[in-house]
């Protein structure tokens, strides 16, 4: 039995600055981020790169900073910013969505990774700090991950990160390209610490080679947690 009676509504996530060893995480701004993300996912290419999302074809910088603007402007995006610790080049992003204060549950999507920032510590790193606000600072009660089921690159990266497959809403919504299934994943309050630990094991420094190179994979070591 999980008991409320304490229970709360949860603050509104933000985007404000969270800042790592690999990333560093900055709130959208339509004039800094835009064209540089655009590039970032290869200009034309961020039409295939975010595929999935089932956005409509966008011909440049101009359309893809308008599109996840007005998604930001209207308030169901709480979008994030993966830059480059140094250089503060935007690299990739990931927003809060569907927010839900009453219940404590919001979703992360919008993930999109650059080239340069694709299979980095840089990106899982980016990924705890969002979830690290989540549960750590605001107490939210469930993270979500949503995917079109046939996203096997999100399967895998949701997996990775620690978030638990709940089902496939079959025949769920009309896209450009067809039907979408979407698959849902989640991570619970109560899962979380072990996800952080597990985390927080695979950013550490020792975790890593000379030449750079994972010494234990991040589903290893949470593994082998309690």
């Known amino acids: 039995m999980i008991d409320l009676s304490n229970w709360t509504p949860r603050p509104r996530p933000s985007n404000a600055q969270m800042v790592g060893r690999h990333v560093a995480i900055e709130p959208w701004e339509p004039s800094r981020h835009g064209a540089a993300l655009w590039e970032a996912f290869g200009a034309l290419e961020t039409n295939a790169l975010l595929y999935h999302y089932g956005w409509p074809h966008m011909a440049s910088a101009e359309d893809f900073t308008a599109m996840l603007d007005g998604f930001t402007q209207r308030g169901e ?28 549950v919001v979703e992360v999507g919008c993930v999109a990774h650059g080239a340069a920032l694709a299979r980095t510590p840089a990106a899982t790193e980016a990924h705890y700090l969002m979830a690290r606000h989540i549960f750590d600072d605001l107490g939210y009660r469930r993270y979500e991950w949503k995917l079109n089921n046939p996203n096997e690159a999100s399967h895998r990266a949701a997996r990775r990160f620690g978030f638990t497959f709940e089902g496939v809403f079959r025949q769920h919504q009309v896209k450009p390209y067809g039907n979408r299934d979407t698959a849902w994943y989640a991570m619970l309050d109560r899962e979380w610490p072990r996800a952080k630990a597990a985390f927080e094991a695979w950013l550490a420094p020792d975790n890593f080679g000379a030449d750079g190179r994972q010494m234990q994979t991040l589903e290893a070591i949470r593994g082998q947690l309690p």
Do not use: K, W
């Open 77 to 104: 995006f709480v979008t994030c910013v993966f830059c480059h610790p140094e250089t503060r080049q935007p690299l990739g992003m990931a927003s809060y969505m569907r927010i839900d204060t009453v219940n404590g």
